[in-house]
């Protein structure tokens, strides 16, 4: 952002700048607004400083994202200038999580609107003259969207939202209070975005839920589901996420295993790995339930790359509980994982009733300590592909070396190919080497020769 030249040039007429936090859940949402503004003519700025509107999706999941959202919204206040005419405003999560806070430390914001409003933004952009920060986060408790194809960019991966809103009420999250109760959207309207995505050139998709495998319309279930985008012509990969292990079924891993296109990748939170954390946690598996899960799958579908979430630091962690967690993570050996420390989220079941009772710098080492358990798994996991061939789907060029392309494997692990691919081009390779967490490889000799005939 350049502040002489926002001080100097007024805002381009009819531009939307959109700045976007959190999960791909919120990356979605910001495609459907700006698809929402782009039947009335809007079109999207690619920097802030000349946009005439701002707005920034906001994620509350964390402390951290909060705190990061709310200083880098701060950094556009500058550029709210009188004679500017330039209009900024929250949306997601935290606006709906924490509207009063937001008005309180952002005074200078126009709107602070939650998840399910966003319909309501062209009437609010026609409306001229300065006025009180707007807030708006009463929504009908059926929006879903649905008819609304999202505005995408360029890329090979669509993200389709199946659900909104969760039903799990997990002591330390506020999911449900952002988002609200679970809902589903109809099969049939699913299937149409994904034939249009195809259509677009977007080859591989992307299920999203906040429990995703818990999606069910009429008589359709997430497995059925499933197998019918997998069978969407055109299309090259399918995966979804996230998953909750209670609604982890035989059924669903025998679709992956059965279908060519449903990608053998299954991001599987466990959050703790003892059971008085989990039951205070309300996540209503136990640890042995969730280890039955794991074997039944890497039983079931070949290949599968695993990752998943983990809490360190819960109220009334003791030793012998985070213990637990660390013994699951390294008999269970997971290519991924994405580790947090608990923070505390007002209005949840956690803050309401618990102390946070762990010291941080327990938090931290805990952390530290199964994120390296977790790097040495994914290493050995990797380095057991070498020698073997694989199908790398090329996402783009490198972004170390433009002559070499970035792609993934069936499974998801990242690959670097020698040569300039098109994204989307499927290249058969051989894996050779690892540098740091990503392999290289070398594109299949006779493919290659065909490719030059």
Known sequence: MNPTAAQTE????????IETYGCQMNQVDSEIVLSLLEEYGYRRAEEPDRAEIVLVNTCAVREHAEVKAISNIGRFSKLKQPGRGMKIGVLGCLSQHAAGELKQQLPFLDWILGPDVYRTLPNLLAQEGECETRILTDAPNDELYDEVLPSRR????????ISRGCNNHCAYCVVPKARGRERHRPAESILHEAHEAVQQGFVQLTLLGQNVNSYRHDDIKFPELLAQVAEVPGLKRLRYMTSHPKDCSEELLRTMAEHKTICPELHLPFQAGSDSVLKKMGRRYTAKHYR??????????????????????????????YLETERLVKDVQYDDAFVYRYSVRPGTRAALN????????????????????????????????????????????S?????????????????????????????????????????????????ARRQRA
């Open 10 to 17: 007024l805002p381009i007429p009819g531009t939307v700048y």
């Open 154 to 161: 360029e890329g090979i991966n669509a993200w389709i939202t």
């Open 354 to 397: 618990f102390e946070d009772d762990v010291p941080i710098e327990v938090k931290t080492e805990r952390l530290m300590r199964i994120n390296e358990i977790v790097r040495e798994s994914g290493k050995v996991n990797r380095l057991a592909l070498l020698g073997q061939q694989a199908v790398v789907l090329v996402e783009g060029p």
């Open 399 to 447: 972004p170390k070396d433009p002559r070499e392309s970035l792609g993934r494997t069936f499974p998801g692990h990242m690959v670097v190919v020698p040569g300039e691919f098109a994204p989307g081009t499927l290249v058969p390779v051989d894996l050779t080497e690892m540098r740091g967490y990503t392999l290289r490889s070398e594109v299949e000799r006779s493919w």
């Open 292 to 321: 039955h899960l794991v074997e039944m799958a890497r039983d079931i579908v070949p290949n599968l790359l695993l990752s998943t979430d983990i809490i360190v630091g819960f109220p009334g962690e003791t030793h012998a509980d």
